[in-house]
């Protein structure tokens, strides 16, 4: 059976029984990256519900924005405490 590889060359966590192999630090970057990535768009979602006046989807807009901001505190200081 092949092993899946990422553009960068290594395994992922699917082809290795869901282990993943890199370093611990560079895990929780990545699922820094990743969150970064998902408020960049919760941002841009809460700007067009704001501007086209949908009020019920802005609170919940809102309310994911604030719960993802706060989870990439959390994985950037956890990345960060690995890193030292």
Do not use: N
Not at 1 to 28: F, K, L, N
Not at 41 to 52: F, S
Not at 53 to 72: G, K
């Amino acid at each position: 059976m092949a092993m899946a590889e990422d553009p960068g060359g290594r395994t992922s966590p699917e082809a290795t029984g869901g282990t993943d192999s890199r370093d611990p630090a560079e895990v929780a970057g990545d699922h820094a990256m990743g969150l970064e990535l998902q408020l960049v768009e919760v941002v841009e979602q809460v700007r067009r519900a704001a501007v086209q006046e949908r009020w019920d989807d802005l609170r919940e807009l809102r309310a994911e924005e604030a719960s993802l901001e706060a989870e990439l505190a959390r994985s950037a200081e956890a990345a960060v405490r690995m890193s030292e």
